[in-house]
C-alpha cells in the first residue's frame, strides 16, 4: 500500500510507503490530510506520563514546504507498462482489447525512418499489427491510427504508476485530470 504525498499546495510529489508516511507524521512534516485512515503505528510508553505514541496515517497527505522543481514542467517517463494504460491496453491499429504481455510498443515513425521514443511517436500495439506495420510508417503501410498519442499529465502520470490505488486517492487524482484524458473513457 502506498501513500499519495502532495505538496503543500496540493501537486503530487510521490507514491510513498507506510513507513515513510509515519516519517512525515513524526517530524511533524504533515501540514494536512486527506482521505481515509490506512494504518494506526503504535510506538514506545513516554516514561513521564506513560502513554504510548500513536501515528495515524491517511492515504494522502501534504507536506510542508515548497517543491524544489516545478511539476508541471516535467515530462513523464515513458514506460511501456505506462503507455498500455494511457492507451487502455487497446491496439492503435485493429482496436483489439489485449492483455499487457500481447501488447508492443509501437513507434508511429519508425526508428529506421529516423523516429524517436516518446510519447507522441508511440502507441499501444498488438504483436500481429506490429509486425504488419513493420518499418513502415501507419500510412506507407496503410494501417490509420485509431487514436492519437498525447503527453500524459502530472495528475494522469500519478494515475499510471501505481497499480493498487485506493478510491479515495484514485478519486482525488482523477479531479485533476484533464476533460481530454483517455483515463475518463
Known amino acids: ?77 515513458l514506460t511501456n507498462g505506462k503507455l498500455f494504460v494511457r492507451d487502455r491496453n487497446v491496439c492503435a491499429y485493429c482496436g483489439g482489447h489485449f492483455h499487457e504481455s500481447d501488447l508492443t510498443r509501437e513507434h508511429i515513425i519508425p526508428f529506421a525512418q529516423h523516429g524517436i521514443d516518446t510519447w507522441m511517436n508511440v502507441v499501444t500495439a498488438c504483436r500481429p499489427c506490429n509486425h504488419r506495420k513493420s518499418s513502415r510508417t501507419p500510412e506507407q503501410a496503410n494501417m490509420p491510427l485509431l487514436y492519437t498519442p498525447y503527453i500524459p499529465s502530472l495528475w494522469e502520470d500519478f494515475i499510471l504508476r501505481n497499480r493498487r490505488i485506493l478510491a479515495d486517492q484514485m478519486e482525488f487524482l482523477m479531479a485533476h485530470v484533464p476533460s481530454s484524458s483517455r483515463l475518463l473513457e
Do not use: C
Open 1 to 77: 500500500m502506498k501513500v499519495l504525498k502532495l505538496s503543500a499546495q496540493g501537486l503530487p510529489q510521490s507514491w510513498i510507503s507506510l513507513e515513510q508516511a509515519v516519517i512525515h507524521y513524526a517530524s511533524d512534516q504533515v501540514r494536512w490530510e486527506s482521505g481515509g485512515e490506512v494504518a494506526v503505528f503504535h510506538g514506545g510508553h513516554n516514561a513521564r506520563t506513560g502513554l504510548q505514541s500513536i501515528i495515524r496515517v491517511n492515504s494522502i497527505i501534504g507536506t510542508r514546504g515548497v517543491p524544489n522543481i516545478n511539476p508541471f514542467n516535467l515530462r513523464p517517463g
